[in-house]
């Protein structure tokens, strides 16, 4: 039963993969400052993080996609590339310079419900399949902003592991 549930799994994971180095690295701007949140937790930006990995083929080559599927906490707001007075876009993106022994990343996938942002699914690939690997990643989202067109820009970067 396991290898139906990777086959299903690997529908649904990336085969556009941007390798790791060639990620611009963004200035931090003041008018969106380091929140004190968790960045997972019960009370975090972020409620949970479903960890997973799969083996896939593209492009003829059985390559090995890690996942990290982030919940997020609906007491705040995230409009990946909308407008934010005065401010830059709410987004989540991965850290280079926070990252160890990632050789490529894809785009994050957002899933909606109800027009909000309820979950934030991040596929890449590692260059040591035998070492452990983190990912930086940066989320720029509204601080308790989940209720309506709240606009408190916050951020936070943070590294998560696998395994």
């Known amino acids: 039963m396991a290898a139906v549930k990777e086959a299903i799994g690997a529908q649904a994971v990336p085969t556009?993969?941007?390798?790791?180095?060639?990620?611009?690295v963004e200035q931090e701007?003041?008018?969106?400052?380091?929140?004190?949140?968790?960045?997972?937790?019960?009370?975090?930006?972020?409620?949970?993080?479903?960890?997973?990995?799969?083996?896939?083929?593209?492009r003829g080559a059985l390559l090995e996609v890690i996942s990290f599927d982030l919940k997020f906490n609906p007491k705040h707001g995230l409009n990946p590339g909308g407008i934010v007075p005065g401010c830059n876009s709410d987004d989540v993106m991965v850290v280079a310079a926070q990252s160890s022994n990632v050789q490529s990343v894809a785009a994050p996938v957002f899933?909606?419900?109800?027009?909000?942002?309820?979950?934030?699914?991040?596929?890449?690939?590692?260059?040591?399949?035998?070492?452990?690997?983190?990912?930086?990643?940066?989320?720029?989202?509204?601080?308790?902003?989940?209720?309506?067109?709240?606009?408190?820009?916050?951020?936070?970067?943070?590294?998560?592991?696998f395994p």
């Open 29 to 58: 701007i003041s008018c969106r400052p380091m929140t004190d949140l968790n960045f997972i937790g019960p009370n975090g930006i972020f409620t949970s993080v479903t960890k997973d990995k799969v083996s896939i083929t593209i």
């Open 111 to 161: 899933t909606r419900t109800n027009n909000k942002v309820t979950s934030v699914k991040l596929f890449f690939m590692r260059l040591n399949k035998t070492k452990p690997v983190t990912l930086g990643v940066r989320v720029k989202f509204e601080e308790n902003g989940g209720t309506g067109l709240q606009f408190i820009p916050r951020r936070k970067t943070e590294g998560i592991s």
């Open 16 to 24: 556009n993969y941007t390798d790791i180095n060639a990620i611009p």
